[in-house]
């Protein structure tokens, strides 16, 4: 287990960690300020690789395809909200969870009917080749774009709902709605942006990852699951707590897949090792999430007072 | 004439097989035994989810562990159905005192997801198990065995037999849930679903309650998951995903959320929409779009959707709101 | 003086940076009738949810009846006699009169963990619940959905379901809020017919009938108890009529 071994692991769940943020911070503030639980979540983020695929395909150009698949998948969450998810609001969580949940089947269904089960998207041939981080450790260079372009999304949201006017209604909003509401802010506006504004980073997530994962229907779900994950264990409404649980529970995901087995083959047998090492690495997430639960149930950074 | 009713439909239920027999459409009783079984599987959420209130999201994991406790006795040389049900059982309610220990400290979304999460940790624990088929599942060679061995009928292999002992069982179990459900724990359960802290202020530890409720559920949706295997002589880790348990919370929600007959009720109603889709040809949705029943799901997601929407009393709910003119 | 059934030494209970309990000592005598008053915002409410378990302490202790009960949870301390009824109304609105009142009486009647004979068919429960309804003056409605009751019926169920418990300590929170003259008179009548057979502490804002009914009363300001005394020691106590009574005091 050598020492680049493991930097490039930790490079890879950080980088895998930033595309989860970009998911889990858009739950996280549907969930703060609309109370909603919301699984079609992750259809978002199919729908932008999907869509991210067809705008590559159609333009030719990687970074042209995947910068129209935004606002295309914007709209298309807008849409849903206006049409759909508004009438939840009032709902309560079980009725949220059973009406998004059958979303996922209809959009599933319905990308299936469009699309087909699956769709090529690879990454620009410019950034085929890996890079030298350090003598004898190359790195995908496609990876590195991934995590800049995290990195620069986490700036600018930090930057958006820190220092900016809409940025502190969704903060008012996430902390005390009826106050927000109160103060004579348009919250069904306000709503729909934020929707639409989750749609937009699930559409980076999908079409940033899309290369790596494969773009296929049902690709959303796994990935929604961890997102809930990550926004329990940060904290419901707290985008900060969405950062430091996306990039916590990436790394956990991506080392306990790569070093877990490793690490048991040294105590039990081999086979028995790469059967249940893989399963362990995904267990741990859960447990970690239990724990918060049971131990410090608002997250690690509340953002409710 | 609210007792003649379900003892009329229990009576069709019994001369159903003899009358498929009688017209050569024996496949309609092995999709019969399925939506009886999962009648079972709805029936033990419903006491949670129904009477108790109890949103957990992880409940295709006691059926799952049920599946697996049955086919693993089965693989193992073991094919007495009257060891590997109940043990089924056992595994489940053990399963579900365990989560529900830690679960049941937690409230509103947070307890979805910490019974979610732990859905999942079973989940992924059943894909690692490669001794027992992994992530490609495990075929049986043959059902649990009743084992009189005096008379070939009671031989489970008959599909007949395997629907009339389902049939049996889904009985009793919903005899078992009505005695429960008006009895003092009954009582106590829906009451806590009502207003759980006053509920404490009256001097009711509702977690034991809770608790034991969450069991009972476990043990019930163990047996459904043990005759689910016998069924399919498959079992796989699939069963375990959360999308199962997803289905069957809306079987519930279909059915009529708290109502005896609820989880009976929602699936008969889901997995007859899905085979109706998927098996039957209705001329002008083909004619709209010709390959619409590869996209059976779609329907059923609209139909999911529209019940929560716009029925979220279910199917049962029509009936009451009918008495109440 | 009859000895203490309850007795808080130094509870405190701090919200963020807001203190809502400061210290509160405090002596319940088993046999009286004890009030306490203070102003909105006192933490009186918090200082009952503190003494009946629904809320944990910072600091402090409570003993009820000679035992530490700071720690036990809140069905126990019902089952060790000391119940209490809510400011805003918490009643099984589903449930019959009936139904609510005999949920209580359920609870100290024998194991509920009975999963086969039906509920319906226990006719000393039902006696019962009967009985209390009529304490309480709903003995007309026992067939009533709760949530279909007048806002003062409802508020007799409260204090119903409280006394259902059989307690030997009744934390009252505010009983006759939002009641006319008639139902308050025939609360203060109830509460009156109490004494002797049941401690009672009762939260009231209505002066009329707390000095009518009280034994005692202590006077909560700011978290803390300024004041303890009779009526008429409480009446004639300066800072307790700057801090609180004003015009209020009746003749």
């Known amino acids: 287990m050598s020492l680049i071994l493991i930097l490039e692991q930790s490079l890879n769940g950080l980088q895998f960690g930033l595309m989860l943020f970009l998911l889990a911070a858009g739950l996280t503030l549907v969930f703060g300020i609309m109370d909603m639980i919301n699984l079609a979540h992750g259809s978002l983020y199919m729908m932008g690789a999907f869509l991210a695929a067809t705008l590559v395909q159609a333009t030719g150009s990687f970074a042209l395809g995947v910068l129209l698949s935004i606002p295309a998948t914007a709209a298309v969450g807008m849409l849903l909200e206006v049409s759909v998810l508004r009438t939840l609001y009032a709902r309560d969580h079980l009725s949220q969870v059973l009406a998004t949940f059958a979303l996922i089947l209809i959009i599933n269904e319905l990308v299936r009917m469009i699309w087909g089960s699956d769709m090529p998207l690879s990454a620009p041939a410019a950034l085929a080749g890996p890079v030298q981080l350090l003598p004898g450790m190359p790195y995908s260079s496609y990876r590195l774009l991934i995590i800049g372009v995290g990195l620069a999304v986490a700036v600018l949201l930090y930057f958006v709902v820190a220092k900016t006017r809409i940025g502190m209604l969704v903060r008012a909003g996430a902390s005390n709605r009826e106050m927000a509401m109160a103060m004579g802010v348009d919250i069904r506006r306000l709503f729909t942006l934020v929707f639409g504004f989750g749609a937009a980073l699930c559409a980076i997530a999908g079409a940033m990852l899309g290369p790596i994962l494969a773009v296929q229907v049902g690709m959303g779900e796994n990935i929604l699951i961890l997102a809930f994950v990550v926004i329990v264990i940060g904290g419901i409404g707290s985008i900060r707590g969405a950062l430091v649980g996306s990039i916590l529970v990436g790394m956990v995901d991506t080392m306990g897949r790569a070093f877990i087995p490793a690490i048991l083959r040294e105590f039990i047998s081999p086979a028995f090792a790469g059967a249940i090492g893989p399963a362990l690495a995904s267990i741990l997430i859960y447990l970690i999430m239990a724990g918060v639960l049971v131990w410090r149930p608002q997250g690690l950074f509340p953002a409710r007072g | 004439m609210r007792r003649v009713l379900p003892l009329c439909v229990l009576l069709l239920a019994i001369a159903f097989p003899l009358a498929m027999q009688a017209i050569d459409q024996a496949y309609y009783v092995t999709m019969a035994s399925r939506i009886l079984i999962y009648g079972l599987a709805a029936t033990s959420l419903n006491l949670i989810l129904g009477y108790g209130g109890m949103i957990s999201f992880g409940h295709a994991a006691f059926v799952g562990a049920g599946a697996y406790a049955a086919s693993v006795m089965i693989v193992e040389g073991m094919t007495s159905a009257w060891i590997g049900w109940p043990l089924a059982m056992a595994v489940s309610a053990l399963l579900a005192l365990a989560i529900g220990a830690i679960s049941l400290r937690t409230r509103g979304v947070y307890f979805i997801m910490i019974t979610l999460a732990f859905a999942q940790m079973i989940y992924y624990l059943t894909v690692s198990m490669k001794a027992y088929g992994g992530d490609e599942g495990l075929t049986l060679t043959q059902r649990a065995t009743l084992g009189f061995g005096l008379d070939p009928h009671l031989d489970l292999r008959d599909d007949i037999t395997f629907y009339y002992v389902v049939l049996a069982i889904l009985t009793a179990a919903l005899f078992f849930v009505s005695r429960l459900v008006n009895a003092r724990f009954g009582r106590v359960l829906q009451a806590i679903r009502e207003n759980e802290p006053r509920m404490e202020a009256i001097g009711y530890p509702t977690l034991r309650y809770k608790l034991i409720a969450f069991v009972l559920a476990g043990a019930l949706g163990g047996l459904a998951g043990a005759l689910l295997a016998g069924q399919n002589n498959y079992v796989n880790p699939g069963m375990l995903h959360w999308t199962e348990s997803g289905k069957l919370m809306i079987m519930v929600i279909l059915g009529g959320v708290g109502h005896l007959y609820g989880g009976v009720f929602g699936a008969i109603g889901l997995l007859g929409l899905e085979e109706l889709l998927a098996n039957h040809k209705i001329a002008w949705l083909a004619a709209l779009y010709p390959n619409y029943q590869q996209h059976s799901l779609l329907g059923v997601g609209l139909a999911m959707l529209a019940v929560v929407l716009y029925a979220p009393q279910g199917i049962a709910g029509i009936f009451r709101r009918k008495n109440h003119g | ?251």
């Open chain 3, 1 to 251: 003086m009859a000895e203490a059934l309850l007795r808080v030494q130094a509870l405190e209970k701090r919200f963020g940076g807001v203190v809502a309990t400061d210290g509160v000592t405090l002596e319940v005598a088993r046999g009286e009738i004890h009030a306490l008053i203070g102003p909105n915002g006192a933490g009186k409410t918090t200082l009952i949810a503190q003494l009946s378990g629904s809320l944990a302490p910072d600091a402090g202790r409570i003993v009820f009846d000679g035992a530490d009960i700071t720690a036990m949870p809140q069905h126990d301390r019902v089952r060790a006699g000391l119940s209490r009824s809510y400011q805003i109304t918490s009643i099984f609105r589903k449930f019959s009169v009936r139904d609510n009142l005999s949920l209580a009486v359920q609870a100290r009647s024998g194991s509920s963990l009975a999963f086969w004979r039906p509920v319906a068919a226990e006719t000393a429960l039902a006696d019962e619940a009967a009985r209390i309804a009529a304490q309480v003056g709903l003995g007309e409605r026992l067939d009533a959905a709760a949530g279909s009751l007048a806002h003062a019926e409802q508020r007799s169920l409260e204090v119903g379901l409280a006394l259902a418990t059989n307690a030997k300590l009744l934390l009252l929170d505010e009983p006759m809020a939002g009641m006319g003259p008639d139902e308050s008179q025939r609360m203060i009548a109830l509460i009156q017919g109490l004494r002797g057979a049941v401690t009672v502490l009762l939260v009231e804002h209505d002066m009329d009938a707390v000095f009518r009914l009280a034994d005692r009363i202590s006077v909560l300001v700011n978290g803390a108890v300024v004041a303890t005394g009779t009526p008429a020691e409480i009446r004639a106590d300066a800072e307790v009529r700057r801090a609180y009574l004003g015009d209020e005091v009746p003749a």
